[in-house]
T-cell receptor, first 112, second 113 residues
């Protein structure tokens, strides 16, 4: 049974710091992994999607990596800003498709 | 233009009532989903549909009945509401259920009194 874990559960950093959020999954047979952010009381916003054949994806200050063999993904945020404060969720699409399994999220707070 | 929309945004109702939540996507996607986010903010898939056909039903009580009248719509009807059904329900869609990113609606906060 696929399980997705995110560490840390919460993180507080000063503005400008570079940071890494971690996501691990127990079954390496995945189609892809997607990172989202969720602001309080809002829906999820897609940040990056990494296909199972890819090693990383970049968008602006965000870089996500995927190591299927070790069951890990990281989300790197460069030069963090107060506007980055949100909950970050990773999700994997299990083999067979159509079923997404989410981690519990990392709550990030960037202090001005 | 809103990509994935849900109505209503808030729903407050009494135990035992029946209610529906509507979802529409204008992205031309084939796959649509319903998720439940509980009070601890954990997000869990309930159903996924592909081309109007039910693909995934994650051991959801049969009081929950999804209906997809066409590829752009996936509605959720809930019978005999219970206190434990209180949660935020999210609709999402993707081009297919395998290789493409998912886009989420704004959520419907259901409160059962």
């Amino acid at each position: 049974k696929q399980e997705v874990t995110q560490i840390p559960a919460a993180l507080s950093v000063p503005e400008g710091e570079n940071l890494v959020l971690n996501c691990s999954f127990t079954d390496s047979a995945i189609y892809n992994l997607q990172w989202f952010r969720q602001d309080p009381g809002k829906g999820l916003t897609s940040l990056l999607l990494i296909q199972s054949s890819q090693r990383e994806q970049t968008s602006g200050r965000l870089n996500a990596s995927l190591d299927k063999s070790s069951g890990r993904s990281t989300l790197y945020i460069a030069a963090s800003q107060p506007g980055d404060s949100a909950t970050y969720l990773c999700a994997v699409i299990a083999t067979g498709g159509f079923k997404t399994i989410f981690g519990a999220g990392t709550r990030l707070f960037v202090k001005a | 233009d809103t990509a994935v929309s849900q109505t209503p945004k808030y729903l407050v109702t009494q135990m035992g009532n029946d209610k529906s939540i509507k979802c529409e996507q204008n992205l031309g996607h084939d796959t649509m989903y319903w998720y439940k986010q509980d009070s601890k903010k954990f997000l869990k898939i309930m159903f996924s549909y592909n081309n109007k056909e039910l693909i995934i039903n994650e051991t959801v009580p049969n009081r929950f009945s999804p209906k997809s009248p066409d590829k752009a719509h996936l509605n959720l009807h809930i019978n005999s509401l219970e206190l434990g059904d209180s949660a935020v329900y999210f609709c999402a869609s993707s081009l297919d259920g395998i290789n493409n990113e998912q886009f989420f609606g704004p959520g419907t906060r259901l409160t059962v009194l």
